[in-house]
């Protein structure tokens, strides 16, 4: 890894990091490399942060830079999720219900979207 950030278990045991580089990373649960988010969907990170897990197995990906949170489902291209009104996305969790949280360090809050 180079510049490891954020880390979210993902189902199956294995685990999702972002990387400084601009880069996420999946790992299977024998902690081998399974992917590159960036290599399997052909997308540019601009800064990578917060990472989480759907209830669906879709990885989301805060970019601090770009200020977006995609989503990259197992199969598909990714999905721009939030687009507007996020200022420094960093660290986020998915809840069981639909809800995405997103901390937003330059406005000091915590931005719940559905």
């Known amino acids: 890894l180079q510049g490891p950030r954020y880390v979210s278990p993902v189902p199956g045991g294995g685990f999702v990091v972002s990387e400084e580089c601009g880069d996420v990373k999946v790992f299977m649960s024998s902690h081998k490399l399974l992917c590159s988010l960036s290599s399997k969907y052909g997308h540019q990170f601009g800064n990578p942060a917060g990472v ?24 598909g291209a990714p999905i721009c ?30 931005k719940v979207f559905k």
């Not at 897990?53 to 489902?73: K, M, N, Y």
């Not at 969790?93 to 330059?106: E, I, N």
């Open 52 to 75: 989480c897990v759907d209830t669906d197995g879709s990885i989301l990906v805060a970019d601090e830079q770009r200020r977006t949170v995609h989503l990259f489902p197992e199969h």
């Open 81 to 110: 999720l939030v687009s507007t009104g996020l200022r420094r996305p960093a660290g986020m969790a998915c809840s069981s219900s639909g809800h995405l949280f997103v901390a937003d360090t330059a406005e000091n809050c915590v």
